[in-house]
Each structure stands twice: as structure tokens, then as C-alpha cells.
């Protein structure tokens, strides 16, 4: 061991425009480096408050059982299923990209009897397919991914879909790590049980963080359960206590994960959600119109393609690697290509919340075009 | 919702002396302001590979698998028990203290038959007495907290432990919480099977990571299972081939908290483990003697006393909890009391890291001596 082998921490000025992370705002790394206090502090303890209700407002709900969890997104994949779930309970779940594929994974190891409903990479689903697949099974539990980070679709009629999980019998979740933050979303106005997201994406902090809420419905069931979480670390019923007015200790809250997520939201909050939207749309918009001029034509039809991640699909004789570690190396901007079905077939491009900015358009667009003539 | 209600954070500057979290290292905070890089980009791979290399130093060991868990300590926990368990297996956990409690709580959420061994809160265990539990038994593992966070015991005969562990065909899983980076913990030497830590204790980082080392006849035992492990978001052979030679993606790593945990376990290199155990020491000794001229006993023997974390008896007629409030209010002071059957008997004080210093010693021993006698 030779210290002198480890340098300072010198990492290049990245413009992360890929699926996320995204970039990180300025004041959120300022917040960041304010000093630490105890995870049962009084000051603490206000920060979560004023973070439960600053999550509210982005969620657009008056769940109580709003809080971060204490993980990256997947956590909060993980904390919707593995809560609402015993061993032997049915689940209807949607996989129309990768992220589906998780939860059909996850469910499945919390003892579900899972269906899918499948429908190809990039496409969405209709209520009435949904309503179909729900009626005479007795689910207790449908999943939906709301922005599929692996294709670019948006899944509309998410009010539509909640109505038929209920008529039903069937909790709703759903999975909305891209979209918080940066297309329309009403968790209490569609009636949305369960739904979870990222720090990382819009809302502009560093991964780490996995905002979720859970609505009444769940709530109870949630209590009545029969057997234990067999998950400790996101028992939500253990959780709760923690961000409840009881305040009995859990796990150790990321204090720092906890000021950067408060930041993110307070920029979101003076922004004003109606206003955020319509910038993440307008410079979607833009970057579709320069990809197009680039022949490089979309991949998920204008009707459900989502403003916070476009995918388009390569020109012809375009190597995906090489042209992506080219815009790295050259131009200190990421993106990201395709997985599963899609590896080598199409880029995916993030504008998420700080990384949602015109320049950052007009930049990547001129770098693409500059790379694609030589 | 009025944005305005939320102020700028301006966060106390406390001195952290209680169980964790201890005080970041303003090289941490400074390391945690670099630009975000993506979670596949080969800069973050590189700072992937050097967070390895430096957690095998700090945990001195050779094991491959020597990750930080992206969670808090908690989360370590559970990852260390989740991926080796499978329903029906037998476990034997120490219980001397919160944590040996809580690690029998979590092993029986996996399925395990869990045998308890009890001891008083601050007291440990004689490697005799394992042994005998172990004995015809047929456990698959046994865990043990080497730091107990909740009583200042520090489990001594490490080594003896682990061999009496081998000879009966179990795995020993060791909780080095409040033990990593502050007291000499050799992984490989004692030939323990699975530790795993916390980055907000001795390595003075925020909260939010658990490094965790398995060693070879764990792997093993994790690449015969017969079951999935529950566990989606902890399970082992997932995040493995993320921090492996793979780079098959799992989940978004928490960027900036492994840049801190990078610049914290830089530091320790830099001053060396021995360094740093001495410099433990000699600061526990100093509150020590200085406890004693206040007549507050301290709670554990010096056997078995652990030097990152004091436990003393409150004086006769003292308030703990309105102690506790004027050290912070008037002081900036966070020192903890006892909980479970220590709550209002003990204090608890850390000094961990960055907080181990002789200046917080002074300080917290002249605030104290202020408080008693007003």
C-alpha cells in the first residue's frame, strides 16, 4: 500500500445527457457540503420534514407516507414490490422495456405468482388490454413502468389504468424514476397507489435516493399484513416510524443524500412543476427536430415518446461504441445506447432536470454532426 | 405550496461525538463537490477500482469481493446475512447488545433457524463458549459484532472465534461497524469469512455506503446456492459482476458517495493504520481518565472496553435527555444515551475518525464538567 498511488479526485467536466444520472444543479452540491449533523438532530429532523413536504408537492399527493429511501432507484423498485407482496400473492406486470423485466424479477423473489403482459420494447399498453388482463384473476398488485428509461415510452392513461386496477381489486404501482419531476404526473389525481422514483434523473442530485409514496389503500395493506418483509432495510412499516412523528431510529439516514435531495426539490418547487414541464418539453422538441435534420429518426412514435429520454436509432454503418467514447473523449458529453433487444440499435439521450438546458442541445447536436462527417 | 417557505439549509456546526454519524473530513466534503461522471464512465471505473484497492487496506485483506454496498450499514448487515442464508438453514447469533439483535431479526426474515446466544449488554463472548454452541449443531453460519455499537464492548479473540466456526463447518459473519478504520481488525489474519462496516463511523464519511469483504469459502457457498436470493437490490452475485471485470450494470451507483468514500479511505492510508489505531487509543484514553474525574464510571471493563466508542454511567439525579439537549443547544455537542435496557443509564460517546481528536476530547470534558456543576 502507497498512499502516494491515489490521487486527489480530479474527474473530467462531464455533460451527462444519457439515461441518468443527470447533472447535478450547483446549489445541490453547495448544500451538500454543509456541515453534518446527527440523523436525530433537531435540525435533521426539520429537514425531513420540509423534504417529505417538498415531495409531496413533485409527487402531487397528500400521502403522508412520502419519503427518500435509503437506496438508489432500484431500492425504490424494490420497496414498491416487496411491501405490498406476500408469498403466493398474484401480480400482473407490464414489460414492454427492461425495467418491466426487473420488476417481473424482483416480484418473483418476494414469493409473487407473476404474469406478464408483454408488448415489444418502445411500445405502451392500452387500459382496455389492461382491464382485460386484470378481470376474473384476482391480482392483488399491477406494475407499470410510467417513462421507460431502456426504450424512451411514456405510458399514457395512467388514470384510465388505475381505475381498471381498482375496479379489480388491485393495487397499482407505478414505476416513475424517469418522469418525477419532468413530465405531468398526479399521483392523487389519477389515483396512483404506489409509485417511486431517483434522486439522479430531474430532479438534479446525485443517485442515492429513491423517492416513494404510498397512498392509503396501500397503507392498509400494508398493515395487514400477514407475514414479516422478508426485507428489513425497506420495511416500509419499520421506515415509517423513522419519518413518522415517532422518530424511532431504523437505519442511519445519508444525511448528505438527505440536504442534496431537499436542494433538488426546493429548485424545483421555485421553478414551478408547470413551468419545469414545459422547459424539459421545449428542449426535447428541439433536440427531435436536430435529430431529425441528422437522419437519425426516432424510435418511439411522436403519440407516447417521452420528453426526458429520446431514443433514436443509428445511421446506417454508425458504430455504437466507438461514435459514443468519441463524444466522451472529444467533446466530454454522455450518452448512452441501447440494452437488451436494442444494444447497437439506438441511442438514448437524457434531458433531465439540470442537464435539461438549450445549450446542452445545441452542443450535442453540433458534436453529433461534427463526429457523423468524419 | 410557496417555495419561499423553504430557506436556504445552514446546518449547525455540530461536533459529533456520539454514535455515528462522526464528523466529515473536509477533504470528504471537497472530494463529494467534483462533477458527476456517469456510472459507466471509465473515470468512475477507475475510482471503483482504487475504492477496492483501498478498502482491501483498511479491511487487510486479499478477497476480491470487497465492495461498498450501496446503502448505509444497515443495508451491509443485511447483505451480509441475506446472501448466505437459505430458508431452513441453521445460524448462530451472538447477543450482547441492539445489533446482535437486530442481526437475528433480519437472519429470520431469510428463513433462517436461528439459535440465540445471550449475554448481558456489555459484556462479550469467550471463544469457549462458542464453541460449545457450535458444537454437533450443524450451523451454516455464525455472526458476531466485533464493536457493539450500543453497550462499548469490543468483542476481543477474533481469530479463536473464527477457527471454532471452522471446525465446525460455519461461515463467521462479523459486524465492523463502529470497528473499521479505528481498532486493529485483520480480515484475512483472523480468517473471517464476512465483515462489513459503515462509511459515516471511523472512515469519516457521510452516511450511505457499507463496505462489506467476503472471503473465499463465501464466495463459494454464494455460487452453490440453490435458491435466488430474496434480496434483489443486495444480492451479491448481481453487484459483483457490476464491480467485477463485467461491468454488467445492477443498479446506478451512488456516484458522490463513493467519491467520498474514495477520499476517506485515502485518508486513512495516508496516516496508516497504525497511526490511526494509536491515535484512537490515546484519545479514548484521555475521555476516559477524564470521565473518571467527573465520577462518571465507565459502563464497560477496560478487558473489553472499546476505544471508538465510550460508554460511562450517568451520575446520580442526572436528566439524560436534558443533558443531552444543553450539550447540543449550548455546546453544539452531540453525544447519545443508551437504548433497550441501557436507555437512561449510559451515555454514549464516539470518537471515530476526523472526530477523534484531542481538541473534542478537551472540549466535550470541559462542557460537561460546565453543565454538572450548574
Redesign the interface.
Known amino acids: ?1 502507497n ?1 502516494a498511488d ?1 490521487k486527489d ?6 455533460i ?1 445527457l ?1 439515461p ?2 443527470s ?2 444543479h450547483p446549489r445541490v ?1 453547495r ?9 436525530l ?4 429532523l426539520k ?1 425531513m420534514n ?1 423534504t417529505q413536504e ?1 415531495l409531496r ?1 413533485v409527487f402531487q399527493t397528500q400521502n403522508p407516507l412520502t419519503i427518500p429511501i ?6 425504490g423498485m ?1 420497496a414498491a414490490l416487496c411491501n405490498f407482496i406476500e408469498p403466493g400473492d398474484k401480480a400482473l406486470i407490464g414489460v414492454n422495456g427492461y425495467f418491466g423485466e ?1 420488476m417481473v ?2 416480484a418473483g ?2 414469493g409473487a405468482q407473476v404474469d406478464r403482459l408483454d408488448r415489444p420494447w418502445g411500445a405502451v399498453f392500452a387500459p382496455d388490454e389492461i382491464e382485460d388482463a386484470l378481470r376474473d384473476k384476482g391480482y392483488k398488485l399491477a406494475a407499470f413502468v410510467h417513462a421507460e428509461t431502456s426504450t424512451g415510452a411514456l405510458q399514457p392513461h395512467v388514470a384510465e389504468i388505475a381505475a381498471a386496477c381498482h375496479r379489480h381489486g388491485a393495487l397499482l404501482v407505478l414505476d416513475t424514476v424517469t418522469s418525477l419531476g419532468g413530465v405531468p404526473l398526479k399521483i392523487d389525481e389519477w389515483d396512483v397507489d404506489i409509485a417511486y422514483s ?1 434522486s ?1 434523473k430531474c430532479l438534479s442530485c ?3 435516493l429513491a423517492p416513494i409514496t404510498v397512498g392509503a389503500r396501500a397503507r392498509d395493506l400494508l398493515r395487514s399484513r400477514k407475514t ?7 420495511d416500509l412499516s419499520l421506515v415509517e416510524k423513522y419519518w413518522g412523528s415517532e422518530r424511532t ?9 438527505n ?2 435531495l ?2 433538488g426539490l ?1 429548485i424545483v ?2 421553478e414551478g412543476l408547470e413551468a419545469r414541464f414545459a422547459r424539459h418539453r421545449a428542449n426535447a422538441e428541439l433536440l427531435w427536430a436536430g435529430l431529425e435534420e441528422l437522419d437519425l429518426p426516432p424510435f418511439v412514435p411522436l403519440a407516447h415518446r417521452n420528453v426526458t429520454l429520446t431514443t433514436c436509432q443509428l445511421a446506417p454503418g454508425m458504430d455504437d461504441p466507438t461514435f459514443r467514447r468519441r463524444l ?1 473523449d472529444e467533446y466530454n458529453i ?1 450518452i448512452s445506447g441501447g ?1 437488451g433487444p436494442l444494444k447497437g440499435k439506438i441511442f438514448r439521450i437524457g434531458l433531465m432536470g439540470f442537464s435539461s438546458r438549450r445549450e446542452n442541445v445545441a452542443l450535442l447536436l453540433t458534436a453529433m454532426r461534427q463526429l457523423m462527417l468524419r
Open positions: 500500500m498512499p491515489y479526485l480530479n474527474t473530467s467536466p462531464r451527462l444519457g441518468g444520472p447533472m447535478v452540491l448544500a451538500m457540503a454543509q456541515p453534518l449533523v446527527g440523523h438532530d433537531p435540525e435533521f429537514v420540509e417538498l408537492y435509503s437506496g438508489t432507484g432500484s431500492a424494490e426487473r424479477e424482483i423473489r418476494y431517483g439522479q446525485p443517485p442515492g414479516k418483509v422478508a426485507n428489513w432495510y425497506l431510529y431504523h437505519h442511519t439516514a445519508p444525511i448528505t443524500m440536504y442534496a431537499r436542494e426546493r418547487a421555485e466522451l454522455e440494452f
